[in-house]
């Protein structure tokens, strides 16, 4: 099968949408995982930054941005030439992010609502998807992450930001992550501590048959 064949029923195979985690899936309770001003006084958005080279120019999605965090740092980088895609499931979500993004004057920023399986996003569209304490609650990371390797550009990466412990305690085990990633066909990249938690970063590897995509047990 041709490698573009292969991507295309990747992405669009009733196998993936169907396929659920063997673990438990946290619950969506805040559009905030702790206060700002803790999280850039342990370096968490500047060391992400740092780590994944983000410059001017590139397109970053946000996948779950909730409050904005990530959105409203990550703006500033890419730059008036870049573009930062605010994406989440929870329409009150987004509809708050708007207005801290227009009271701020920033002009690079969109907005998607997606769906737990699908995040709705241009293909070959974004350098860098960024996923932060988020993970733990996608009910359908199989078809996310197939969708999501058709939206990166050639070279894109996917970011996940995490803390190593279970998932019903709001974080992802990384050898569970890891597991899950790659069995849609990601390679690991690299895998960072941060304070607190973990980054992982994997880029597309050889494409997975979706029929034979086993969930992971945690």
Not at 38 to 66: C, P
Not at 103 to 118: E, H, P
Not at 176 to 190: A, K, Q
């Amino acid at each position: 099968m041709r490698l573009a064949s292969l991507i295309l029923l990747l992405v669009a195979s009733p196998a993936l949408a169907l396929q659920q985690p063997q673990r438990e899936v946290a619950r969506i309770v805040s559009p905030v995982w702790a206060d700002e001003a803790s999280r850039d006084a342990a370096g968490e958005a500047a060391n992400v930054i740092r780590l994944l080279g983000l410059g001017s120019g590139q397109t970053v999605a946000d996948i779950g941005a909730g409050s904005g965090y990530y959105t409203m740092r990550v703006s500033p980088v890419v730059g008036p030439r870049g573009q930062v895609i605010a994406q989440d499931v929870t329409p009150r979500y987004l509809d708050d992010l708007k207005r801290r993004v227009r009271k701020a004057g920033l002009t690079n920023v969109s907005f998607v609502l997606g769906t737990a399986g699908d995040p709705r996003l241009k293909p070959a569209s974004i350098d860098v998807a960024l996923l932060i304490h988020m993970y733990h609650e996608i009910s359908q990371p199989y078809a996310l992450l197939g969708r999501l390797r058709a939206s990166l550009k050639p070279g894109g990466r996917i970011a996940i930001v995490d803390l190593d412990r279970p998932s019903e305690q709001h974080g992802m085990l990384k050898e569970t992550l890891v597991c899950e990633v790659r069995s849609v066909g990601f390679d690991l990249v690299s895998m960072a501590d941060l304070k607190p938690g973990y980054l992982a970063i994997f880029k597309p590897g050889a494409p997975a048959d979706p029929q034979t995509v086993k969930a992971c047990r945690s």
